[in-house]
């Protein structure tokens, strides 16, 4: 056991957030927190970390364990460098290594016993930093740096200089080279394109210690987490196995609580039926027995009844204007800025109905290409068109197009003149506003509400080609649920950015991926485009080993044993420097024996002489350490 948590409660003025949360997290578990926006489950985190104290319940952490915190935003202000920053991990790592090099130094002076005694010490500390990875941090360093997305480049760019998402990459970063013994990391895959999503996945799979984590990436979630809490109505649930089986088990029990809430409904209206009657009979044993039933009905533990299911939320919305089934034809579209090339070559079409999913790593040009379309920004080669009747609406990430002052219906009527107060009411359920929500002003709204609103506006408009930035980006995963049932029921044409995957799964009739040299299309969802982008890498290398064998030209056969004899100079080369360093290491282990002798470490010419000898030897050996990674980096 890592941590336990028995009876977590928390309020904030009147508002209850958290109400007897008790779970257990073991060494190396992976374990999901899920519910709605506003659930409690960044409190619940701040309180796991010791940011914000718990009104009642208690918290059990194992002796020396160690809790690293991600908040949803952790922007650093610093004016180191990334790589600066990351090397703060390292700090007693460092010291470790400014010693060894200061022993080093000291022994080089010494002989007889204080020479014996400081290397007794310099074995000691040299096998600590072997412990502490003091050989490979670096390498560490620039692998997970590389992993979430950074280049070689950006290491030597000041921390205050860099966006918003790029600072809490880096906070992830740092705080994964730390390993703590408990990782708490609220919704680390913001900010994170696929494929760094895809080196996240594997590292936490990997990671030797225990994963607590918020997301909305069912997809990631499903890949990774062996557990799911759940907080809703401020208390928590937990479910075994990953996200889809706890999303089946939840329906599974809500069908469960909603049979028993109305059962218990039925019980309620009974009792009471009976309790006026027993009164309306005005006699003392008649009345004693209301009381007695009321008393009983009074101390009845309530069963709640469960949120609406999503999947019941079904419906259908048409674009008010019809376009022709050619929708959108793009040839040979570039763009360069400041003389560099972005992309070039892009080529696709989009039929009418059709939902395409736009992906590509972060930087590569997806939002660029939307602005082209929008005519927002000029191309610099090729040409697109739309087809007859489309008209586009545009789903912008950052939501501008709210206006804060304004209530939820007001924003939507305001939009929408034409519509009536029960559509709009309608249309805003679907969305999940219900009752007074309505009425709520923009400005109070969280993200993923907001976003809600934004893609009500978006469904309702006179636009029947649709672009959607991030739709999912602030949306809690009952919200993607509404989103995905809209888009798969919306009968126009939507292009949408993401990197949500389990969303493009649901959604996509076809993937394009953006890449700088052009377009690729899978006709399928994500699965598909994983299963077709592993067999085209399979036929690539198969294409390319053929073409190895089938090569006949006397040119290419000069050129491929001229290569095979470098190859095997090269690796002549390395092997006599393995031998070297064998034969080095065997010398220095010779020398060290002989260091233990009485006759040596008793004798101040001795122990000096056989110390000179080795000093000389590891700089050697260091040498050849050197020349052996330079001739392997050329293999």
Same mark, same amino acid.
Request: charged fraction near 20%.
């Given at each position: 056991m890592i941590l336990s948590c028995k009876d977590i409660s928390k309020s904030f003025g009147i508002d209850q957030i958290l109400k007897d949360i008790s779970f257990q997290i073991e060494e190396k578990e992976k374990v999901a927190v899920t519910g709605v926006n506003g659930a409690g489950k960044s409190t619940l985190f701040k309180i796991l970390a010791g940011e914000i104290a718990p009104d009642s319940g208690e918290i059990f952490k194992a002796k020396e364990a160690v809790i690293g915190y991600l908040p949803q935003n952790a922007e650093m202000d610093s004016e180191h460098t990334i790589y600066e920053e990351m090397l703060k991990v390292f700090k007693d790592v460092m010291e470790l290594e400014a010693n060894l090099h200061a022993l080093e130094k000291e022994m080089s002076t010494l002989n007889g016993s204080k020479l014996t005694k400081l290397m007794d010490k310099y074995s000691a500390l040299q096998h600590q930093f072997e412990e502490l990875n003091g050989y490979g941090?670096?390498?560490?360093?620039?692998?997970?740096?590389?992993?979430?997305?950074?280049?070689?480049?950006?290491?030597?760019?000041?921390?205050?200089?860099?966006?918003?998402?790029?600072?809490?990459?880096? %906070?992830? #970063?740092? *705080?994964?080279? &730390?390993?703590?013994?408990? =990782?708490?990391?609220?919704?680390?895959?913001?900010?994170?394109?696929?494929?760094?999503?895809?080196?996240?996945?594997?590292?936490?799979?990997?990671?030797?210690?225990?994963?607590?984590?918020i997301s909305h990436d069912r997809y990631f979630l499903d890949k990774l987490v062996t557990k799911v809490i759940e907080i809703e109505n401020n208390q928590a649930s937990l479910y075994k196995g990953n996200y889809s089986y706890y999303a089946k088990q939840k329906q599974i029990n809500r069908e469960i609580q909603l049979k028993q809430y109305i059962n218990q409904q039925k019980e309620i209206k009974r009792q009471e039926e009976i309790i006026q009657t027993l009164r309306s009979f005005n006699r003392e044993k008649s009345l004693k027995r209301a009381i007695s039933r009321e008393k009983a009905l009074e101390k009845m533990?309530?069963?709640? %009844?469960? #949120?609406? *299911?999503?999947? &019941?939320?079904?419906?259908? =919305?048409?674009?008010?204007?019809?376009?022709?089934?050619?929708?959108?034809?793009?040839?040979?579209?570039?763009?360069?800025?400041?003389?560099?090339?972005?992309?070039?070559?892009?080529?696709?079409?989009?039929?009418?109905?059709?939902?395409?999913?736009?992906?590509?790593?972060?930087?590569?040009?997806?939002?660029?290409?939307?602005?082209?379309?929008?005519?927002?920004?000029?191309?610099?080669?090729?040409?697109?068109?739309?087809?007859?009747?489309?008209?586009?609406?545009?789903?912008?990430?950052?939501?501008?197009?709210l206006s804060l002052n304004k209530t939820i219906i007001d924003e939507i009527s305001d939009a929408y003149p034409s519509l009536t107060l029960g559509e709009i009411r309608n249309i805003l359920a679907a969305f999940l506003f219900t009752g007074d929500d309505v009425f709520k002003p923009i400005a109070s709204l969280s993200g993923g509400e907001r976003g809600r609103v934004s893609l009500c506006k978006i469904m309702l408009s006179e636009g029947n080609f649709l672009l959607l930035d991030e739709p999912t980006n602030h949306l809690d995963l009952i919200s993607k649920e509404i989103l995905e049932d809209a888009i798969n029921h919306y009968t126009g044409t939507i292009l949408y950015i993401s990197h949500d995957r389990y969303f493009i799964n649901k959604t996509a009739s076809k993937i394009l991926e953006l890449s700088p040299y052009g377009i690729t299309e899978y006709l399928g969802n994500y699965d598909y485009y994983l299963e077709k982008r592993a067999q085209i890498k399979d036929d690539v290398k198969a294409s390319m080993e053929k073409e190895e064998k089938t090569k006949s030209s006397k040119d290419e056969w000069l050129r491929q044993k001229e290569e095979q004899a470098q190859q095997r100079k090269l690796q002549a080369q390395i092997e006599h420097i393995e031998n070297q360093i064998h034969d080095i290491e065997r010398q220095i282990e010779e020398i060290n024996e002989l260091l233990c002798l009485e006759e040596v470490y008793t004798s101040p010419e001795k122990s000096k002489e056989a110390y000179d000898a080795k000093v000389s030897l590891e700089e050697k050996l260091e040498s050849l350490y050197q020349q052996w990674e330079e001739l392997h980096s050329n293999l």
């Open positions: 941090y670096k390498s560490h360093i620039k692998g997970v740096l590389k992993g979430l997305g950074f280049n070689d480049n950006q290491l030597c760019q000041p921390i205050n200089q860099l966006s918003g998402g790029q600072k809490t990459r880096v %906070a992830l #970063a740092k *705080l994964l080279l &730390s390993s703590p013994s408990l =990782l708490l990391l609220d919704e680390p895959t913001n900010h994170l394109d696929i494929s760094a999503i895809e080196w996240l996945e594997e590292f936490l799979k990997n990671y030797p210690y225990a994963v607590l984590i533990e309530k069963i709640q %009844a469960p #949120a609406a *299911l999503p999947a &019941s939320m079904k419906f259908s =919305l048409k674009p008010r204007f019809e376009s022709g089934n050619d929708v959108l034809h793009v040839e040979n579209l570039s763009k360069s800025f400041n003389g560099k090339k972005l992309f070039q070559n892009i080529s696709f079409h989009l039929k009418k109905g059709e939902k395409v999913a736009l992906i590509g790593p972060n930087g590569i040009g997806k939002t660029t290409l939307f602005r082209i379309l929008l005519n927002q920004l000029n191309y610099d080669e090729g040409s697109f068109r739309l087809g007859t009747n489309v008209k586009i609406s545009y789903y912008d990430q950052e939501q501008q197009n």
